[in-house]
C-alpha cells in the first residue's frame, strides 16, 4: 500500500515538475506514514506530523495545492473507504454545502489564497473535487462497488461497508496522475482556476452516527468571517432529535 501510494505521488511530482513547478512539498496525509521517504522522488521535500488543528501547516506562501489518493466524503454512493475524518461522522457542511475532508482542506486554502488545482483518486472523489472546484484537474484510479449511502449504519458497520473496489493497472494509474498533474500546472499559468468561491458569515453542520454509547448526535457552530476559525471551533454535539 505505502509503496504504491509514494508511486502515484511520484507520478504527481513528476508531472508537477514536467508542467513548470520548481518546488514541491509532499504532506503525509496519515501521520503514522503513508509515504514511504526512501521511495520519494528526491527532488521534493516530505512533511509528516500535523499541528492541532487547520490549515494543516498550509500558508499563503504556497502557490497550489493538490491531493493524491483521496477519498469521497462520508455517505458517498459507489465510492471506496468513503468517510469524513471517521466512519463515524453522517454528514459535513458549510453553508449548506456538504464537503469531507478534501473539502475543509480546500476551502481553507481558497481562504488563504492558495489553487487547489488536482485531486487523484477514485471516481466518486473526482465528482466531489469537479463540484467543489471549479476548474480543478482531476485523475480516477479506480471506482468504488458499493451502491448507496449507508447512513441507516452505527460507526463501525459504516466502516465496514465500502471496502470493494475496481483498480486500473498502476501503470496505468501513474500515466493518468501524470498527465493530470502536468496539465494543472501549465494551466495555472494562464487560467484563473482552483479556487472556492467564499462567502463569509460561515455555518458549519455535523451530523454523528449512533454508537454504543451513544445515539445520533448534531453540531452547529458559526464564524462571521474564517473558514479556517470555524474548522478549529470545537463541536457542541447534542442529540440529533435537538438540532
Known amino acids: 500500500g505505502k509503496e504504491l501510494l509514494t508511486r502515484e505521488v511520484n507520478a504527481a511530482i ?74 463515524h461522522y453522517l454528514d459535513l457542511t458549510i453553508n449548506g454545502v456538504s464537503i469531507g475532508e478534501f473539502g475543509q482542506v480546500a476551502m481553507c486554502a481558497s481562504e488563504l489564497g492558495v489553487r487547489t488545482i488536482l485531486l487523484t483518486g477514485d471516481h466518486a472523489a473526482t465528482l466531489e473535487a469537479q463540484a467543489l472546484v471549479p476548474g480543478i484537474e482531476t485523475a480516477e484510479v479506480k471506482r468504488g462497488t458499493t451502491p448507496g449511502q449507508g447512513d441507516e449504519l452505527p460507526h463501525d458497520a459504516y466502516g465496514r461497508r465500502n471496502l470493494g473496489a475496481i483498480h486500473l493497472h498502476p501503470e496505468r494509474a501513474r500515466s493518468a496522475i501524470r498527465a493530470a498533474a502536468e496539465r494543472a500546472v501549465r494551466r495555472m499559468a494562464t487560467e484563473e482556476f482552483g479556487l472556492i468561491p467564499l462567502k463569509p458569515p460561515y455555518e458549519r453542520v455535523a451530523r454523528f452516527r449512533s454508537d454504543a454509547d451513544r445515539p445520533a448526535t448534531i453540531a452547529r457552530e458559526t464564524h462571521p468571517t474564517s473558514v479556517i476559525a470555524l474548522l478549529n471551533l470545537p463541536y457542541d454535539r447534542r442529540p440529533a432529535g435537538q438540532g
Do not use: C
Open 14 to 87: 513528476e508531472g508537477f515538475f514536467a508542467g513548470g513547478a520548481t518546488e514541491i512539498v509532499v504532506a503525509d496525509g496519515h501521520g503514522y506514514g503513508g509515504v514511504n521517504g526512501l521511495l520519494l522522488d528526491p527532488r521534493a521535500e516530505l512533511m509528516r506530523g500535523w499541528p492541532t488543528g487547520y490549515p494543516l501547516l498550509l500558508d499563503s506562501t504556497y502557490d497550489a495545492l493538490a491531493f493524491v489518493g483521496q477519498h469521497a466524503k462520508a455517505g458517498t454512493p459507489l465510492a471506496h473507504l468513503a468517510h469524513t475524518q471517521s466512519f
